[in-house]
């Protein structure tokens, strides 16, 4: 397959100054399928997951959600190829919006979890990973493969649970950004919380940022828990944050005590994930079936 320069001014709507690199790859994406994604490091995994598809898609970053619905719509009304597609991650969108918004544009996809990371924590390619980072142990860890899976498991798991009361008080901080704004569109959005704050200081945070009282507080968690509808270990995954557990799960995962030390920052570790995923083809279901879609419409 051939590809053509696209030499043309046509990408003039982005953002010169601070997504350069963007316009530059856009530019010389020739005919191949193009597909914004959010930031840099949702940019490294993607080409990582899909190496084998680089020949006919170009993954281009856009420097966050909006800026990825954004450049898909004028890209689309720009060229009349229509090789565009976006991802984006799930963040604040409960389960009817996806739907909607999936069958209204099915150019963008939306993952089914809450970010990309949250799909890297299948706790069998994690057990593996982690049993080889130390070849003098592996002898060791072929006795213990099972129950390190189990603990890898449990681990995620326990994450998911202890962290869920700060995904539905940034549900709540979200729906109150919104009310906010809609009665005054110069209200500051409040910011989010974060896995850092200590757990026991979440109310007296989410208080002092919503000043609002403890019942109050209380019966909207009581609410937005219902609402959620927290039927399975996926469900949580739709409402935190993948980046989140990932960095919380080196840390735990450094008590078991017949492991190595993880030395891997966030983003080496997701990139072993992601290579270990690759290695051994294993298909994310649904963002699978969309990348497949895509390659299809090549031939």
Same mark, same amino acid.
């Given at each position: 397959m051939e590809f053509e320069k696209i030499t043309s001014n046509k990408y003039s709507f982005m953002d010169q100054k601070n997504n350069k690199n963007a316009?530059?790859?856009?530019?010389?994406?020739?005919?191949?399928?193009?597909?914004?994604? @959010?930031?840099?490091?949702?940019? /490294? %995994?993607?080409? #990582? +997951?899909?190496?084998?598809?680089? !020949?006919? =898609?170009?993954?281009?970053?856009?420097?966050g959600c909006d800026k990825v619905s954004?450049?898909?719509?004028?890209?689309?009304?720009?060229?009349?190829?229509?090789?565009?597609?976006?991802?984006?991650?799930?963040?604040?969108?409960?389960?009817?919006?996806?739907?909607?918004?999936?069958?209204?544009?099915?150019?963008?996809?939306?993952?089914?979890?809450?970010?990309?990371?949250?799909?890297?924590?299948?706790?069998?390619?994690?057990?593996?990973?982690?049993?080889?980072?130390?070849?003098?142990?592996?002898?060791?860890?072929?006795?213990?493969?099972?129950?390190? @899976?189990?603990?890898?498991?449990? /681990? %995620?798991?326990? #994450? +998911?649970?202890?962290?869920?009361? !700060?995904? =539905?008080?940034n549900w709540i901080i979200k729906d109150y950004n919104m009310e906010e704004k809609n009665k005054n569109p110069k209200f500051e959005k409040i910011g989010y919380l974060t896995i850092g704050i200590v757990k026991d200081k979440i109310e007296s945070s989410i208080y002092h940022k919503l000043k609002i009282e403890e019942n109050e507080l209380n019966r909207k968690i009581e609410e937005k828990n219902k609402s959620l509808k927290f039927q399975s270990i996926d469900d949580y995954h739709k409402i935190l944050s993948g980046k989140k557990i990932i960095h919380q799960l080196r840390k735990d995962v450094e008590k078991i005590e017949y492991l190595p030390t993880i030395n891997d920052n966030d983003l080496d570790f997701k990139i072993k994930i992601a290579e270990k995923y690759n290695e051994k083809n294993i298909k994310i279901k649904e963002l699978g079936d969309f990348i497949d879609k895509i390659v299809k419409e090549i031939n």
């Open positions: 316009i530059i790859m856009l530019r010389e994406s020739g005919t191949k399928q193009v597909i914004f994604v @959010e930031g840099i490091e949702d940019l /490294i %995994i993607y080409k #990582i +997951l899909y190496k084998n598809y680089l !020949y006919q =898609i170009a993954f281009i970053e856009s420097k954004e450049y898909l719509d004028k890209s689309l009304k720009l060229d009349d190829s229509k090789r565009y597609y976006g991802i984006i991650d799930r963040d604040f969108i409960n389960d009817t919006e996806r739907k909607e918004k999936l069958e209204k544009n099915n150019r963008l996809y939306i993952h089914n979890f809450y970010t990309l990371e949250n799909y890297l924590l299948d706790y069998k390619i994690l057990s593996e990973i982690l049993k080889t980072k130390d070849p003098y142990l592996e002898n060791n860890l072929k006795q213990k493969e099972k129950k390190l @899976e189990e603990e890898i498991k449990f /681990i %995620i798991e326990t #994450i +998911l649970k202890d962290y869920l009361i !700060y995904g =539905i008080c």
